[in-house]
């Protein structure tokens, strides 16, 4: 998830704990809004968020609750499907050089010990327009495993599914349906469960289309954007969710079910 919310929302994060690696000049800055950078080309793209996105809010939380520091790596293009990711395509190489390069930052610093390793994934709105159960499941296996071999992951974790713009007609959106979604969520929780390495995050926030237009950014794509609001609030319970399935910064998984709600 890019983050298309042009408003700039701060997040007071204890200075010293949270930093994102940037990738263009190599260093390592204090965590902020506006997250991630315009880099690669075509199919390969990584882009900046507008404004406000996930990334802040969720850090802040993961750093209160566990007292670790962390590094985010944003690698995101906004509107992909599953199958840019899958290992080879140009999208996949982009995130590996971008993690691999902050990776060898902090491996060759002598100010930092690398710890738990693990991505959160914030996918799947897109894959509803006709990506079917089972390519979902293989096309997500063959990108995680991929990023498993190639660094170690300890996990990696999947934000529930969304809405999508299925069609404009005359300036009526039409977004994906109810059962366009679930097709896709079904995917990502029997990935779960059937992958110890894998989690399905489940929070309120993301069924707030429709329902909750103060959370959206209501432009022309209709009630599918989160605006700033909507942001912060997946973003610290989708982190929460995560925590309390880990055991709150434990090295072990502690969830009985890896399909978690909040």
């Known amino acids: 998830m890019v983050g298309r919310e042009t408003e700039i929302?701060?997040?007071e994060i204890p200075k010293g704990y949270a930093y994102e690696y940037k990738y263009a000049d190599n260093h390592l800055?204090?965590?902020?809004n506006p997250v991630g950078?315009?880099?690669g080309d075509g199919d390969g793209q990584l882009e900046i968020s507008s404004g406000s996105s996930i990334v802040?809010?969720?850090c802040l939380e993961y750093v209160r609750a566990t007292?670790?520091?962390i590094v985010a790596v944003h690698a995101a293009h906004g509107g992909r499907s599953i199958s840019f990711f899958v290992g080879n395509q140009p999208m996949y190489n982009s995130i590996v050089a971008k993690y691999r390069a902050c990776l060898n930052y902090l491996n060759k610093s002598r100010r930092y010990k690398v710890g738990r390793c693990f991505y959160v994934m914030f996918q799947g709105e897109t894959d509803t327009l006709s990506t079917s159960c089972q390519d979902?499941?293989?096309?997500?296996l063959n990108f995680h495993n991929a990023l498993k071999s190639e660094f170690g992951f300890s996990f990696g974790a999947l934000l529930q599914t969304g809405l999508d713009v299925k069609s404009i007609n005359d300036g009526t959106v039409?977004?994906?349906s109810e059962e366009?979604?679930?097709r896709i969520a079904t995917a990502k929780a029997e990935l779960a469960r059937e992958n110890d390495d894998i989690i399905m995050i489940n929070v309120k926030a993301m069924n707030y289309h429709n329902k909750r237009p103060d959370y959206m950014l209501g432009d022309r794509y209709g009630l599918v954007h989160y605006n700033g609001a909507g942001l912060t609030e997946i973003a610290a319970d989708s982190c929460m969710a995560l925590l309390n399935y880990l055991g709150y910064g434990e090295a072990e998984l502690k969830g009985v079910d890896p399909v978690i709600y909040l």
């Open 174 to 176: 039409v977004l994906t």
């Open 67 to 69: 007292g670790r520091r």
């Open 136 to 140: 979902y499941k293989s096309r997500y």
């Open 37 to 39: 950078e315009t880099i």
């Open 56 to 58: 802040p809010k969720f």
């Open 180 to 182: 366009d979604v679930a």
């Open 9 to 11: 929302r701060e997040v």
């Open 29 to 32: 800055s204090e965590l902020k």
